[in-house]
Nanobody
Framework: QVQLMESGGGSVQAGGSLRLSCAAS????????MGWFRQAPGREREGVAY???????IYTDSVKDRFTISQDNGKNSLYLEMTSLKPEDTAVYYC????????????????????WGQGTQVTVSS
């Protein structure tokens, strides 16, 4: 059974930083594509950052140069370092794991993943 457990969310002021973590079990993340997603109230879930099995990284335009995705295969964990946070970054952030490796980048761009965590709230105040 694949389980993803996010942590590290919270409330910060604009300009602040947070580090999200996602601990995976039941699947080796180095064999999957991993991504961070977010969903703000009234909006669809969107892909924020993606890391492929080859280590390639993609970011949605609004977070480029502010967010960094990384993974620790030894800990089977995924991370998202978020800096220079803005109020528009406020959302529930989800960790996603995709085993459909031939098309997982396409799924990430569509805001989809095969397995999801429960989400962690990030609130940025102005």
């Amino acid at each position: 059974q694949v389980q993803l457990m996010e942590s590290g969310g919270g409330s910060v002021q604009a300009g602040g930083s947070l580090r999200l973590s996602c601990a995976a079990s039941g699947y080796t993340i180095s064999n999957a594509c991993m991504g961070w997603f977010r969903q703000a109230p009234g909006r669809e879930r969107e892909g924020v950052a993606y890391i492929g099995r080859d280590g390639s990284r993609i970011y949605t335009d609004s977070v480029k140069d502010r967010f960094t995705i990384s993974q620790d295969n030894g800990k089977n964990s995924l991370y998202l370092e978020m800096t220079s946070l803005k109020p528009e970054d406020t959302a529930v952030y989800y960790c996603g794991l995709d085993v459909r490796v031939s098309r997982c980048r396409v799924y990430w761009q569509a805001g989809a993943a095969y397995y999801w965590g429960q989400g962690t709230q990030v609130t940025v105040s102005s």
